[in-house]
Each structure stands twice: as C-alpha cells, then as structure tokens.
C-alpha cells in the first residue's frame, strides 16, 4: 500500500507565501509523475503543476511566476512554493504521485487526503 500526506496549508494574506509538502511512503519501487491538484468549492478539480522524475515540469496559466514545484527523489516528497498569492488560489490542494510498488508492473495513481489552502485579509 502506498500513502501520500499533505502538510503546510493554513490562511495566508493577499501577496503572502506557502510552501506545500507531499511525502509518499509505503510499497514504493518507483515514481514517475508527481503532481498538486487544487478544487475551489463549485469547481471542478484542476491541475495547478506537475513534475516528472527527471525534473520537467509543466503549470497552469493562472499560476505560471508563482508557484514553483520541486521534488526530491531520494525522500519521494514532491513541494510546492506559492508566492503572490490570491484570494482565487483558495482551494483545497491534493497532490498525487504515479507510482510503481515492483519493476515491470504498471503505474498506479495515488492521492493525498488534501490540505486547504485559504487566502483572504
């Protein structure tokens, strides 16, 4: 079994910083594509960022300049830097990993529980 755990959401002001975490643990051989998720109430679940192993990362529009997503292969812990942030980044943020438990065997996706991010004055 695989686990992903979310930390560093909370409240932050208009123009303030987070900094997200998502560890992944368990039966882990391998990680392809790591990636945060994000879902406003009403809306429907949108990629924010995504990385692959070697490091190639890809944004969303409304994000690009402001966050940036890294991860650290050793840890299986994938992050995401958010700056400049705004009230229309409040969101619950999931993050998700494709992950492979024995060589050969295909890739599953996995989820975190999701962790709320809330900006507001």
């Known amino acids: 079994q695989v686990q992903l755990v979310e930390s560093g959401g909370g409240l932050v002001q208009p123009g303030g910083s987070l900094r997200l975490s998502c560890a992944a643990s368990?039966?882990?051989?391998?990680?392809?594509?790591m990636a945060w998720y994000r879902q406003a109430p009403g809306k429907e679940r949108e990629l924010v960022a995504g990385?692959?192993?070697?490091?190639?990362?890809n944004y969303v529009d409304s994000v690009k300049g402001r966050f940036t997503i890294s991860r650290d292969n050793a840890k299986n812990t994938v992050y995401l830097q958010m700056s400049s942030l705004k009230p229309e980044d409040t969101a619950v943020y999931y993050c998700?990993?494709?992950?492979?438990?024995?060589?050969?065997?295909?890739?599953?996706?996995?989820w975190g529980q999701g962790t709320q991010v809330t900006v507001s004055s």
């Open positions: 990385i692959t192993s070697a490091g190639n990362t």
């Open positions: 998700n990993a494709d992950v492979r438990i024995v060589t050969n065997s295909p890739f599953f996706r996995y």
């Open positions: 368990g039966s882990i051989y391998s990680i392809s594509v």
